[in-house]
């Protein structure tokens, strides 16, 4: 039997946290959730998610410094989605960061289940200094 493909999914937003979780989980991903950064990177120290899906402002640690934080822990982070609804959310250098995705809020289920189908075609994240990522604002 085959294993089900991972997703982390960091957002201080409990709601978003459930919307996700009953999108994913029927479509056979298996869903660990978390509310902070920190909370995220303790789940990393135990296990390696297939794809993390994070929201950008977040009030304990921001999106950029929590991709840093995933650096630190992983040397070969799993896929990386950043999320928000503030649409100048990526204005930070997220090619260098290793995110391959942008979701925007609020997004459509078709859009968030192709996001995260697409973020996990492919290996493993290359080292820093080789990664060349396109990011995409999906919109519903």
Known sequence: ME????????DDDLDMLTV??????????RVTVA???????DVLRQERPDAILFDFWMPEMRGDEFVA????VCSAPP???????D?????????SS??????SKPFDIAVLLETVAKAL????????????????????
């Open 98 to 103: 290793g995110v391959r995705l942008a979701l």
């Open 20 to 29: 996700v979780r009953a999108a994913l989980e029927p479509e056979g991903y």
């Open 35 to 41: 509310t902070s950064g920190h909370e995220a990177i």
């Open 69 to 72: 934080e995933v650096w630190r």
């Open 87 to 95: 649409p100048d959310f990526m204005d930070w250098d997220a090619r």
């Open 3 to 10: 294993s089900q493909p991972h997703v982390l999914v960091v």
């Open 121 to 140: 075609e492919g290996s493993q994240a290359p080292p820093p200094s080789r990664r060349h990522v396109s990011l995409r604002a999906a919109s519903s």
């Open 79 to 85: 896929p990386l989605i950043a999320c928000s609804a």
